[in-house]
């Protein structure tokens, strides 16, 4: 089995568990269909995957353009672009060493960041990527293997997500509620935390 398919899967395993409780953040901000968008978009990813899928590039690539095609709302394209841009500098590749990885986090936002034109501190799914691609940079700038730098990744993204109940939506659908958005966390930047969690703990072998 493709070890790109074995993270895949386990990412949408993840977001369908999730599934009520993303939902559940989307009603208080939003429209109550984060989980909903999430779950259906990672089911049909599955469907299009197969488990001899090994190549980074082209699985994620794949990935994308189905999320994109098959997730209504903000977080379909968003999510969509994400794993295109990862896909194209992985072209090829079938195992990622740290700074791959970076470069993967990296491109993930810059996808993001070019379709939703937003920034850090907008109460978005970028307040959980941001602050994780910065740790993991630093964590492998000073020396760490890959399951170190997941962990720190995911340690400020979940720093990330607790900051997002602190500020004001600027983007997306929650921005129409103004200063009523401060409160909630933002489910986007959870499902972000979420996807990272599921990375870690598919490179320590769960
Ligand atoms: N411009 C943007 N840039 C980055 N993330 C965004 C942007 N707009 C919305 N989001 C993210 O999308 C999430 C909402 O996704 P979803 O509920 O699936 O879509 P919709 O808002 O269209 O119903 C938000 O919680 C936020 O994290
Ligand atoms: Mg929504």
Redesign the pocket.
């Known amino acids: 089995m493709g070890g790109v398919y074995k993270c895949i899967s386990l990412i949408a395993e993840r977001i369908t568990e999730n599934k009520d409780f993303l939902t559940e953040l989307?009603r208080e901000i939003?429209?109550s269909?984060?989980g909903i968008?999430?779950a259906r978009g990672f089911a049909a990813v599955m469907e299009k995957l197969s488990p001899e899928d090994s190549d980074i590039g082209a699985t994620l690539k794949k990935a994308g353009m189905t999320l994109l095609s098959k997730v209504g709302?903000?977080?379909?394209p968003?999510y969509g672009t994400a794993y295109m841009e990862a896909g194209k500098i992985t072209a090829g590749k079938t195992e990622l060493n740290p700074s791959d990885m970076k470069a993967v986090i990296e491109s993930a936002i810059a996808g993001?960041q070019k379709r939703?034109?937003?920034v850090k501190g907008e109460k978005?799914?970028?307040d959980a990527l941001i602050p994780a691609c910065e740790s993991f940079s630093e964590s492998i700038a000073h020396g760490a293997d890959m399951i170190a730098a997941l962990e720190s990744a995911c340690e400020s993204a979940r720093e990330g997500v607790e900051y997002t109940k602190t500020i004001i939506a600027t983007?997306?659908?929650?921005s129409y509620l103004g200063e009523r958005s401060i409160g909630h966390q933002?489910?986007?930047?959870t499902s972000a935390l979420i996807t990272l969690e599921a990375i870690r703990d598919y490179y320590k072998g769960a």
């Open positions: 989307d939003g429209d269909d984060h968008n999430m709302g903000a977080s379909g968003l993001i939703g034109k937003a978005t799914m970028l983007k997306g659908r929650a933002d489910p986007g930047a």
